[in-house]
């Protein structure tokens, strides 16, 4: 498991990984969002909150179909999936590592970014808290429709049709605390329900994504 | 009785191929499958490494002793030889690589990225991950693809070793690789007969 978790992160950070690409991508929609909006600092740091979530969201979907996609072409996942390792384990490992590549370097880039969005002072930690609490629930929902859609030419497109609807309770309730914290109103609320959904998913969808895993390998 | 296969039906795009085939592989034998393309060799091998639940039929034997390789060999090419092969030896919990790289020749290749190798020897590195598996049935899908002369000898050279220990192999291959201990089996006589199939099926 941690060979696998350490050769994933290896593989991403070597040339022709994806690390950063979402990375980037984050980068130029927090760049440019003020000058489509134009110059109207109020403006924007009332939808900054907001912006910041979508952009995060929307730079983990880009990264989604490299998750189990390139290990099927070169054969590894047919190979991994004859290992002594419980292919539960291999998605949770590949989920992990997607989340280490994609969602914290995005909660780490988010305070900096925030700042080209006139994010109000009292936002700025609500917004890494959602995203730290959120971001796992994208790398395991993704992992999940990345293993529905091994296997498919061109399943990209098929992949975020399935995966967009289920990333919207997680985008309402993370954009939620981040827009609650900006205003300086309680977050109990929204947070509790992201908490609850990322421990959720992260303890059902494994098994989920192992089931659809098996029957694609076929 | 190391493995042991009954009466099994293997279906490939929701038609049925082969059926009834039935096989034992003992500790340091070799089994070669042989018949035409689209017979259902890979079909037959992938059900034998539990890729692919069979139709019908048994498989017993198999559960965690199987070290597999297809005609991709699940090679990283941003990753060098050395690292390729501890990966694979680290899942199976082992880590001694270097009678694989010598077996297989690829002590001088050893700090290339694999992505820089030839056909061939991308071949052999695949091939020496069965090396490091530990595990005792190689279920081999031809094993000899874009290999040379001088490769296959290596590659039989491993396969008697591995017999020799007590290991044993199911492969499909055409060529014959001078195994004089294996034998062989003809997979066309249990080619499965046309039928159609229940309405039902295409729904469940």
Redesign the interface.
Known sequence: M???LL?DL??AI????GFGLGLAFFLIVTVLVPFGVGPQTELLSRIAPGILWIGALLACLLSLDRILALDW????L????????PMEGIVTIKALAHWITTGLPLVLAAPVLGVLLSLPIPAYQWVVISLAVGTPALSVIGTFGAALTVGLKRGGLLMSLLVLPLYVPTLIFGAEVARRGAEGLTVQTPLLLLAGISFGVIALLPFASAAVLRIN?? | MVLTVRDLAVTRGGLAILEGVSFDLKAGEALVLRGPNGIGKTTLLRSVAGLQPPEGGTVTGAEDQIAYAAHSDGLKAMLSVTENLKFWASVFGLSDIESALVAFDLTELRNRMAGTLSAGQKRRLGLARLMVTGRPIWVLDEPTVSLDAASVALFAEAVRAHLQQGGSALMATHIDLGLDEARVLDLTPFKAAPRTRQMDEAFL
């Open positions: 941690r060979a696998l050769r290896m593989l070597r040339a022709g990984g072409e070169d054969g590894s047919d190979l991994l999936a004859t290992a002594p390792l390998l076929r």
